[in-house]
């Protein structure tokens, strides 16, 4: 079975500082893809970072990075320069191979950037 | 009108009344999917469509119906619900759904409240 564990439920950031968010995950897939969104509180999921289970680097897109590590099946969100527009819920998520159309999400980390 | 979208942002319905939500992509993808989310739970499931064919049913209500006339469109048909289906009603879609890399894009939600 998959799932996704989130066991932060809320963080505080100061504004400027790198904050980590954890996620570990359980699969019996090979292949298997990781994901991270963001819900602000208007309501919609936004995409922020994917990293493949076969990809040997860690995924970065812009203040977004992803701690990878495939032995202790982690993968934790990193934000770099926290901004006030940060605060939102963040959902780990995974997609196996063999699961076909279904993501698991976790139960989310909300976090609140300090002024 | 750029990613997904959906219509109306917000629904207030009795319990005896009919309604249904649209969510339409402009993303040419292939796979289109309804969740559910209630406060304090993890995103629930509720149907996968594939090529405008339903892949997936989660165990939802016959109170809730969906209906994909084509690859770009979505709706949920919803009558006489319950107190217990107020939640965000978040609709996605992804290229195709058979990869693990697949990615989903969400709209912005319905925030449906049942009276």
């Known amino acids: 079975a998959q799932k996704i564990t989130q066991t932060q439920p809320g963080m505080f950031v100061q504004e400027k500082e790198a904050v980590t968010l954890d996620c570990t995950y359980d699969?019996?897939?090979?292949?298997?893809?990781l994901f991270w969104y963001k819900q602000p509180s208007s309501g919609e999921m936004i995409f922020l970072i994917y990293q493949g289970s076969y990809d040997e680097q860690n995924a970065t897109e812009g203040r977004y990075s992803l701690n990878f590590q495939k032995a202790r099946k982690s993968a934790n969100l990193v934000i770099s320069a926290s901004q006030l527009g940060d605060s939102a819920m963040y959902f780990c998520a995974m997609r196996g191979l063999y699961n076909f159309n279904k993501f698991y999400f976790g139960s989310g980390t909300k976090l609140n950037v300090k002024p | 009108e750029t990613g997904v979208t959906q219509t109306p942002r917000h629904l207030v319905m009795g319990m005896t009344n009919k309604k249904s939500l649209k969510c339409e992509q402009h993303?040419?993808?292939?796979?289109m999917y309804w969740y559910k989310q209630s406060a304090k739970k993890p995103l629930e499931l509720m149907f996968v469509?594939?090529?405008?064919?339903?892949?997936e049913n989660n165990s939802v209500p016959s109170r809730f119906s969906p209906e994909c006339p084509n690859s770009s469109h979505l709706f949920l048909h919803l009558h006489t619900l319950q107190p217990e289906d107020s939640a965000l009603y978040l609709c996605?879609?992804?290229?195709?759904?058979?990869?693990?890399?697949?990615?989903?894009?969400f709209g912005p939600g319905t925030r449906l409240t049942v009276l």
């Open positions: 996605a879609s992804s290229q195709d759904g058979t990869e693990s890399t697949d990615t989903q894009y």
């Open positions: 699969t019996s897939d090979q292949s298997y893809g």
């Open positions: 993303l040419g993808h292939n796979a």
């Open positions: 469509y594939s090529l405008e064919e339903r892949v």
